[in-house]
């Protein structure tokens, strides 16, 4: 059974940083593209980042580009978001996704002073 | 970077059929097709269709998907109270390098 599970999530400052892990089982995960997309409180789905099988090629929403780092650890069968700089808008539930026939429960990231 | 096109709201009657569309350009939905995904409230996307009808294993034939141009559709036949829920299409496009999604269609199942 395929499974992602995100942890990492939390309360943070105004330009504060955090950072996002996605541990991932039941595949083999080196062979997959991966992504995160987020979802603010009552909107609609954003997809946020995508990092090729071995990391080779990255690509970000215009929005978090410069601030937000995607990066994989196929040893560990982990994916990992890095947020700096962050916003009130980054507030959102983040999931770790393989597009998209698997999603993970999310976590949510809250940015407030 | 703009994202596909959804209508905010679609309201059909039990055991009707909805058709959902999804509106993007030749650069997206008019390139590679469209993902399809459902969303009930508190829960993560499930993946309905993929590259326009390709359903995953587990996924009722009820629903059924096709593209004609730029516009993907999502038709759902014999509505059940289940499948009041938020709907999604998606789609890679190619010019952005980048996934977009669309707002997200709202179905109410009277």
């Known amino acids: 059974e395929v499974q992602l599970v995100e942890s990492g999530g939390g309360l943070v400052q105004p330009g504060g940083s955090l950072r996002l892990s996605c541990a991932t089982s039941g595949f ?3 062979s997959y593209w991966m992504s995160w997309v987020r979802q603010a409180p009552g909107k609609g789905l954003e997809w946020v980042a995508y990092i090729k099988q071995d990391g080779s090629e990255k690509y970000y929403v215009d929005s978090v580009k410069g601030r937000f780092t995607i990066s994989r650890d196929n040893a560990k069968n982990s994916l990992y978001l890095q947020m700096n700089s962050l916003r009130a808008e980054d507030t959102a539930v983040y999931y770790c996704a393989r597009p998209w026939d698997n999603w993970g429960q999310g976590t949510l990231v809250t940015v407030s002073s | 970077q703009a994202g596909l096109t959804q209508p905010p709201s679609v309201s059909k009657g039990l055991r009707q059929t909805a058709t959902l569309t999804c509106t993007g350009n030749t650069n997206n939905v008019g390139y590679q097709g469209a993902a399809w ?3 009930h409230q508190g829960h993560p996307p499930k993946l309905l269709s993929y590259r326009n009808n390709n359903r995953p294993s587990g996924i ?3 629903f059924s998907a096709s ?3 730029d516009t993907a559709s999502l038709t759902i036949t014999g509505l059940q109270p289940e499948d009041e829920a938020d709907y999604y299409c998606s789609a ?4 952005l390098s980048a996934w977009v999604f669309g707002g997200g269609t709202k179905l109410t199942v009277l």
């Open chain 1, 28 to 30: 083999t995960f080196s």
């Open chain 2, 37 to 39: 995904l459902q969303q």
């Open chain 2, 60 to 62: 009722s034939e009820r």
């Open chain 2, 67 to 69: 593209r004609s141009g």
């Open chain 2, 92 to 95: 890679w496009d190619s010019s």
